[in-house]
């Protein structure tokens, strides 16, 4: 019996990575396709359709069928505290899509190896994270890794290069604000309620650019030659990504994700030489593979201090344990 239920959560935690990965490969691979081949190169409306369909699926789940429940969020406290993460949320994804009218999929997910930099500067100006100078090294290494993978892309556009690092920073901030704004508050939110309250603001800030750069260009389209279905599906395929995402987490851990990310990030490496013919060159996987190994000893670095700091809490409470006074009762009663 119990070799069948380790076999079983086995089985289960390979199952929720495969669906995570393969579903998250098909969004990036998917929208590539529909903005660069496709010949629909809006990626601001692109993304309010992926924001307005989720908007809408999430409303149904919480308000209609109240499969999830509602958080019950002042208007004061949505303002303060969501409509910020929307907009940093809508500038990321702008930012990224448009990426993938000028830039190769294989390249895009070289240049994301600087996330872990952009956080740890952001959340040392932030004072959520502390200075360290052996970071701060390990950092400048994926940086430099990162540099030679673009010095040997063949296909480098600097305009694709800005919005995508534009991107990524947009994105860094994001996730210091949820941990300043939401979780340092006792908020806490699955994907269906992030998307209920997250989407709506992330649909109203990216209207304002769509309005003033593409909202005229398509009302000067004479005839549409598009399939809806196409859009459809690619809206659904990232609303399900949010809901791989949850059952990821909650089956596995974070730590699952960010492994299996790793694997994801190579997979579409040779996915985008295949299905785009995007060119790879050996100084590509060179400089890539310099900031891939230099995220590994972070993360590591960073699972070692979590061990250490659980260790250290559950010490500390052995102790209070041992050294806990009890006191007699009175025995002059």
Request: hydrophobic content about 55%; overall charge positive; proline content about 3%.
């Amino acid at each position: 019996m119990g070799s069948r239920t380790v076999w079983g959560q086995i089985s289960r935690t390979y199952f929720f990575v495969v669906q995570w990965m393969s579903i998250s490969m098909a969004v990036i691979m998917y929208n590539k396709w529909i903005l660069a081949y496709f010949g629909f190169p809006y990626p601001l409306a692109l993304t309010m359709w992926h924001m307005l369909f989720c908007s809408t699926v999430a409303f149904l789940l919480v308000r209609v069928l109240r499969v999830v429940k509602s958080v019950n969020m002042s208007a004061r406290d949505y303002r303060r505290r969501v409509l910020p993460i929307g907009a940093l949320y809508a500038a990321s994804l702008w930012l990224s899509n448009s990426a993938y009218i000028h830039l190769s999929v294989s390249f895009i997910q070289m240049t994301k190896a600087l996330m872990p930099g952009l956080v740890y500067m952001i959340g040392v100006f932030m004072r959520t994270e502390k200075y360290t100078l052996k970071v701060t090294l390990n950092m400048l290494v994926i940086a430099i890794g990162v540099g030679i993978a673009a010095y040997g892309e063949v296909n480098f556009v600097m305009i694709g290069v800005v919005e995508q690092l534009s991107s990524l920073v947009f994105e860094a901030v994001r996730l210091m604000l949820v941990q300043v704004l939401i979780n340092s508050q006792g908020l806490t939110m699955n994907p269906i309620q992030s998307l209920y309250y997250v989407s709506p603001a992330c649909f109203m800030c990216l209207s304002i650019p769509f309005v003033a750069l593409e909202l005229p260009v398509l009302l000067e389209v004479q005839h549409w030659d598009l399939n809806p279905w196409v859009l459809v599906g690619n809206a659904f395929t990232a609303f399900a990504l949010n809901l791989a995402v949850f059952l990821l987490i909650g089956k596995t851990s974070a730590l699952t994700m960010n492994i299996a990310g790793v694997i994801k990030d190579w997979m579409l490496i040779g996915m985008s030489t295949t299905v785009f013919a995007a060119p790879v060159t050996q100084l590509n996987i060179a400089g890539y593979f310099v900031a891939f190994m230099s995220v590994c000893f972070y993360n590591h670095a960073k699972l070692q201090a979590m061990k250490r700091a659980n260790k250290d809490q559950i010490k500390n409470s052995k102790e209070d344990n041992e050294v806990a006074i009890v006191v007699p009762k009175d025995s002059s009663r």
